[in-house]
């Protein structure tokens, strides 16, 4: 008996690649240097009430109004975006380079990464 078993990459891990992914401390550098960047946060309110990156927008990805929320946004701007632990900011991420944003800039490992790295800065 032959073992042809082949461990598949998922497919959120594959988008992930495609995406400009930046550590904690990248993401927070890169913002401090693009002043007119918009932070999307895309999970839920009662996630983003707990919590989250200052100056931030909180655009629901299971929301009823996120196609309407990121059809307004203005694809020339710089946006930076993360979730819970970047499982739905790389399907945002995705959404947005597939509709012509080509500056989307993401927070690998998302908020848990953002509050590990900077926690003992509170």
């Not at 930076?80 to 012509?100: E, H, K, P, W």
Request: net charge neutral; with cysteine; aromatic share 12%.
């Amino acid at each position: 008996m032959s073992n042809n078993t082949v461990c598949e990459i998922p497919r959120w891990q594959l988008l992930k690649q495609r995406l400009n992914n930046l550590t904690p401390a990248e993401f927070r550098q890169a913002l401090r240097d693009t002043p007119d960047a918009v932070v999307i946060d895309v999970r839920t309110p009662e996630e983003f009430a707990t919590g989250h990156i200052p100056g931030a927008v909180n655009i629901d990805y299971l929301g009823e109004q996120f196609w309407e929320r990121m059809e307004q946004l203005d694809p020339a701007r710089a946006y930076f975006i993360y979730c819970r632990t970047s499982r739905r900011s790389v399907r945002t991420g995705t959404l947005m380079r597939n509709g012509g944003f080509r500056q989307v800039y993401h927070l690998d490992g998302g908020w848990n990464a953002w509050i590990s790295t900077f926690e003992q800065e509170s």
